[in-house]
Structure formats: structure tokens, C-alpha cells
């Protein structure tokens, strides 16, 4: 059962899937105008193979060069699913490189650590972009694991020109405490936060130099300043709606925040993208798109956009932060997240920015797979607790022999300081009135 929780954050479902049917082109046609997808290979600096797409215009003038948007897939996810990303930047002469981190779809890996070494992966793709030298300025779009990638990461490029952030966590720990009442463990407080903290050391132990303490993106926030548009759906039950609250709140650039309604993997409602457009544009400033011939690959089957299931719109429970509901606030709220003086997607000598009422609709076999594996009935069976507790119990500290079976850098002190400190804290929630009995109805991102 403990393999099982450490499991949900460094071996999730990986996602599969077929790179000639799920992935969008080779070669496709959007608004008129030729795209192509360049699929190529990276190392990073571990040894591990990178399996990337870049999408881009089939003729781009000589010497012109385009600014680009990295995307940056969650913890299950993969390139597919940069697809949300394709459809609605490439009309606004904007290209969008796509990876399978390591450890996630084809790339080479056994782990994922939700940001940890997926900030070197995209320091590869950086590195790689600016030696190839066809590319502008460079933008970040990350969707969970791989918005706190694209946070982190950002942190230490400030030519970063812009990102936008959908459902990011602010704090490991703090989401694997939330993530350990998704199977309605029913233990005190102090209990679950020194399960925790064993986890910790076993995840270190499977993943050497990978601390989930060090995966902490309101610290982060503290002190980044690029421009940034955060999005979170309001009905997430897997990274709930006040990590990005959390996240935005602390960020000391310019920023803005949107909810919507869905969930985790829901499709993104339009004004979503229309916003992502429109900041992207104005961050960016893309080049004029010059004439063309004619596309020529609208009969080759797959060239059509996919992934916008417009019956998952509607303005109910979408709104943006700070008041608002629907997509004309949303996208206009978004205008606060630019730098001064930036260029607006009307303005002159730049490409105009794409409605999402001229994308077509089409599905392809590819699915994100869940994030969690949980039992069919979402509870931990009476067997189950008990060899939890089992499996727990023999690990926690009674006397000399306690650390028996822990890496050699286990620190009995430490644990002992820790216990004090969480013993103090359920202390004071008791005298508050805290039952200290559920995780998350106690909150757990302190």
C-alpha cells in the first residue's frame, strides 16, 4: 500500500498512444494556411532520450524568426496533449514545441518527479531552440505537473517572455496530503503528516536528489516576475482550486487568475483559450503572417483541430478572478497580466489573433488517463487499512531498532523535532475546535 501512494507521485499511469493517428499533422491545414510537424529527438542531461514534435507554418519567409510556446504536459500526461496548444497559437504565427518529459509517454525514464527533473528537460528543449536559432522569443504553457515545471523553471530563465499556468500545486507535501484522503484514510493528523514524511525518505531512496520538499511554488512565486495568466477548473478534485489561489496571490509579477467550470482532464471552455491567445499574443508580438499559396493538406485525414468539445462550454461557474463570469471579462481581465506598453493583438504589425469559432472539431483516439489509481469503489477496504497501518507502524520510531530498514541518511532527531512540532500544531487545532480527524476538511496547505 505504501509503494502504492509513492507510486502516485513517481510512477502515475503513463500515458500511450500512437504518434501517425494522435498526434496532430504531419502535415495539416488551419485557417488557410500550411503547418507541418517536425518530430525529433533530444538528450537531456542524463542520458535520456526526448521524444519532441514541433509544430510551425510549412513555409516561413528566410530569415524570419517566429516566437515559440513550450508546452509542458501534467504528471500523466504526454505530447499528445499539446494539441490545445497547436490550435489555437499556430493561427497567430506563434509555433509550439511539444516533449514527453522523461519518465512520460515515449521519452526514456522510469519516474516522473512532478517538476523536479522535468526543469532539466526543459532546459534542454530551451537550450535547443536557441542553438537552432529559428525562433524569437520564448513562451512556457504548462498544465499541472507541467505548469510547476514551467513556474520553476522560469524562476531561472528570465527571458522567459510569458506563461500561462493551468492547475499548478503549490506545495508537494501539501498535495500528497490531500492525495492520501483521496482514499478516505481515516487517521489522525499527526499520523498522516509522519506518513508523509517516511514517504518522503522513500521516494528519495527510489529517486535519488529528488526531495518533494524542495517542490514548493508559492516560494517560488515569491520572487518571479514574469507576466503570467493562471487557469484552474472550479470542480478539480485532484489539485484543488486554492493551490493556484495560493500560488497567485504570492506572485510578485503581473499576474491574473481564471476559473472555470470542469475538472482535472475536462477539456478547457474557449474563453479559456481566447484568453491564452490574446496573453500570448501581447507577450510575444508575433510577425504579420505574409501571403501564401493556398493549403494544400486539408484532405489528409487528421489535419483538422481536435480536442474542443464545445459542449462543455457555458458561462455557468466560469468566471474570472476578482469578479466577473464569462468570456468577453475573462479575456478582457487578461490585459492586466502584460507588461506595459506591450503590443495589442489589434495593433499594428502583428498577426491577428485567432477566434476559437473557426476551429473544427475532431476526436482522436488519445485520452488523458487518470491522474490517480484508486480502488473501484474509491475506499480502502478494511484489508487494505490494515496492512497500511502494518507497513507504517513497523517504520515509525520506538527505540534504537527503529530506523532499521531506512536509508543510512535518516535522521532519528530530525523525526523526533518534527513530531514535537506536529504534536504542538494538532495541540492547537484541538483547542481551536479541529476534530483533527480528516485531512482535507482540516486543510492541510499551511
Not at 514517504?199 to 531512496?205: G, P, T, W
Amino acid at each position: 500500500m505504501l509503494d502504492q501512494i509513492v507510486n502516485l507521485v513517481i510512477r502515475p499511469p503513463r500515458a500511450e498512444y500512437a504518434v501517425q493517428t494522435d498526434l496532430v499533422g504531419p502535415l495539416f491545414a488551419l485557417r488557410g494556411r500550411q503547418y507541418r510537424r517536425h518530430d525529433l529527438q533530444l538528450v537531456n542531461n542524463r542520458g535520456h532520450v526526448l521524444e519532441c514534435s514541433h509544430y510551425l507554418p510549412a513555409h516561413i519567409p528566410p530569415n524570419q524568426k517566429l516566437p515559440c510556446v513550450i508546452y509542458c504536459h501534467g504528471n500523466s500526461g504526454c505530447r499528445a496533449d499539446a494539441s490545445e496548444a497547436v490550435f489555437v497559437l499556430l493561427p497567430s504565427n506563434i509555433t509550439v514545441f511539444a516533449l514527453d518529459f522523461s519518465g512520460s509517454g515515449m521519452s526514456q525514464g522510469d519516474y516522473v518527479t512532478l517538476g523536479r527533473f522535468e526543469m532539466e528537460d526543459l532546459t534542454t528543449v530551451v537550450d535547443h531552440l536557441r542553438v537552432e536559432g529559428s525562433v524569437s522569443l520564448i513562451g512556457l504553457w504548462g498544465r499541472s505537473m507541467g505548469a510547476v515545471t514551467s513556474l520553476m523553471y522560469a524562476a531561472k530563465d528570465l527571458s522567459i517572455a510569458g506563461m500561462v499556468l493551468d492547475s499548478p500545486f503549490s506545495n508537494l507535501p501539501n498535495l500528497i496530503l490531500e492525495l492520501v484522503d483521496t482514499f478516505k484514510i481515516k487517521l489522525p493528523k499527526f499520523t498522516v503528516k509522519m506518513l508523509v514524511y517516511y514517504l518522503r525518505n522513500l521516494i528519495k531512496k527510489k529517486v535519488p536528489d529528488f526531495d518533494i520538499n524542495d517542490l514548493d511554488a508559492v516560494a517560488v512565486a515569491k520572487t518571479s516576475f514574469i507576466p503570467v495568466l493562471f487557469g484552474h477548473a472550479s470542480g478539480d478534485t485532484f489539485i484543488l482550486p486554492h493551490h493556484s489561489q495560493q500560488i497567485h496571490e504570492a506572485y510578485a509579477g503581473d499576474k491574473n487568475l481564471i476559473t472555470f467550470a470542469g475538472d482535472h482532464n475536462s477539456h478547457r471552455p474557449n474563453f479559456f483559450y481566447d484568453s491564452a491567445s490574446i496573453f500570448f499574443h501581447n507577450v510575444l508580438q508575433p510577425p504579420p503572417i505574409e501571403d501564401e499559396p493556398p493549403a494544400l493538406y486539408s484532405h489528409i485525414p487528421g489535419s483538422l483541430p481536435l480536442g474542443f468539445d464545445r459542449s462543455r462550454e457555458g458561462p455557468a461557474g466560469a468566471a474570472a478572478a476578482g469578479g466577473g463570469g464569462g468570456g468577453a471579462a475573462a479575456a478582457a481581465a487578461v490585459s492586466a497580466a502584460v507588461p506595459a506598453g506591450a503590443v495589442s493583438r489589434e495593433g499594428s504589425g502583428t498577426a491577428a489573433a485567432p477566434s476559437m469559432a473557426d476551429l473544427n472539431h475532431q476526436h482522436t483516439s488519445y485520452q488523458r488517463p487518470p491522474p490517480v489509481a484508486q480502488p473501484a469503489d474509491g475506499l480502502l477496504s478494511s484489508e487494505d487499512l490494515a496492512r497500511l497501518m502494518a507497513e507504517f507502524g513497523a517504520s515509525m520510531p520506538a527505540g534504537e531498532e527503529s530506523t532499521h530498514g531506512l536509508e543510512d541518511d535518516f535522521d532519528e532527531d530530525e523525526m523526533l523535532q518534527q513530531a514535537i512540532a506536529l504534536s504542538l500544531l494538532d495541540l492547537q487545532e484541538h483547542e481551536d475546535g479541529g476534530s483533527g480527524t480528516n485531512v482535507a476538511s482540516e486543510g492541510v496547505s499551511r
